[in-house]
């Protein structure tokens, strides 16, 4: 009968872990990014009483008889199942959706792991996990945007001041397009402005003046309305079309070359490829050019690869870094550490760096976060059946002190 008390006794201590498993999910149903819990019994070594007997030429075999010690915990795993995405509207919150982490810089103490992407920018610029102060680890882009090699021995924190300036271009390139009338006569050219910009990323307003000089040719030349843009170089030149078909076959002349005081000296190849000479409408005029004035950062969008990509007040978008996302062989195998926060286990396997959207890591949706995956009505049947587990086994307790009170009042 002893034994039977030691049974209910390891019951009453199983359900009673059951409880606190169903009462930790139930208690973090609104937390994001929580994965609830599941708990498996298992039953404790069984005493043999008799051991089995393999059968004879003259009689059968016999099972062992084995009598059973209690139950004990067989595993407590985490259901990593996606949670519903919750949209939050700040654009620095992310959420997974797939089977990666983001990363975290722990102040020195080794890399975390979490689901939960409530990020934002402290007063130095650091992308930051908001409840521990964590950096979000990931690569930042050169100067001209460009991101480094997407791997482990390039992540860094993110770091993006505010007010982040974008230095200003010269212009080096300027593209005319439209139509030509070829009908146009020699008395009547065409002036196309010129809005270029100099050394120092301001202003300069040129005007190019297209004349007909005979068959299937033009002549271009560039002037200085203001003469203040220090115009130098080749500043005239050629264009020559196709008879047949109007489309621009060369042209001659320039580079010509800027110096406004102050600035220093820039050249500029005009780029007449996209004129054509029809018969129709004058619609010459100026495409692209690849100037730009001096920007600040005013906002930040983050895409599903976690690609962080900055608009400046100069009207300019550019890759500014990008947001890196681990994956794992056996995510079960994470050492939880708090706060929504995981490290690498001994069964976990080694962290598998990745962009977001590639090997299973799930995409990024940003402006959101992931809710909790807790089913709380599944969560209230097991509370009930603990519950049940827990009083059948205090029952049991009940009884066996009864048939011990009998035995003593014999």
């Not at 001096?294 to 100069?314: H, P, R």
Request: aromatic share 6%; proline share 5%; net charge neutral.
């Amino acid at each position: 009968m002893l034994r039977s008390l030691q049974d209910a006794v390891s019951g009453l201590q199983m359900h009673q872990q059951w409880m606190d498993v169903v009462g930790n999910n139930i208690a973090n149903v609104s937390t994001p990014g929580f994965k609830e819990s599941t708990m498996t019994f298992a039953p404790l070594f069984a005493q043999t009483l008799t051991a089995g007997a393999r059968p004879t030429a003259t009689s059968g075999g016999t099972n062992p008889a084995q009598l059973g010690l209690g139950v004990g915990l067989g595993n407590i795993a985490q259901n990593l199942s996606q949670g519903a995405l919750q949209q939050t509207g700040i654009p620095t919150n992310l959420a997974l959706q797939g089977s990666g982490y983001f990363m975290l810089s722990q102040n020195g103490q080794g890399t975390g792991y979490t689901r939960v992407g409530d990020f934002s920018f402290d007063s130095s610029g650091n992308l930051v996990e908001q409840t521990t102060g964590f950096k979000v680890l990931g690569w930042m882009a050169n100067a001209s945007g460009t991101l480094p090699a997407q791997n482990s021995a390039n992540l860094q924190p993110i770091v993006i001041p505010s007010g982040t300036a974008k230095a200003p271009q010269a212009t080096s390139n300027f593209a005319f397009q439209g139509n030509l009338d070829s009908q146009t006569a020699a008395s009547n050219p065409v002036q196309v402005p010129m809005k270029v910009y100099d050394s120092l990323g301001q202003p300069v307003n040129l005007l190019c003046t297209l004349t007909p000089a005979g068959s299937d040719t033009w002549n271009w030349a560039v002037s200085d309305p203001s003469g203040s843009a220090g115009l130098s170089g080749s500043t005239s030149g050629t264009i020559t079309f196709s008879s047949s078909t109007g489309a621009e076959t060369g042209s001659t002349g320039g580079p010509f070359g800027i110096q406004p005081s102050g600035a220093a000296s820039s050249s500029i190849t005009p780029n007449f490829s996209a004129i054509t000479q029809f018969s129709g409408a004058t619609t010459a005029n100026p495409g692209k050019q690849n100037g730009y004035a001096a920007g600040s950062l005013q906002s930040l969008a983050v895409d599903k690869s976690g690609t962080i990509t900055g608009t400046f007040s100069n009207g300019l978008t550019q890759v500014l870094g990008q947001v890196a996302v681990a994956t794992f062989a056996n995510p079960q195998g994470l050492v939880q550490q708090g706060q929504s926060i995981y490290t690498a286990g001994n069964n976990s396997g080694r962290a598998n760096v990745v962009v977001a959207g590639t090997g299973g890591s799930g995409s990024i949706s940003a402006g959101s976060l992931e809710g909790s995956n807790v089913d709380l009505a599944s969560a209230f049947t097991q509370m009930i059946t603990a519950q049940r587990g827990f009083q059948a086994n205090a029952q049991v307790i009940t009884t066996v002190n009864q048939m011990l009170q009998s035995l003593v009042t014999l």
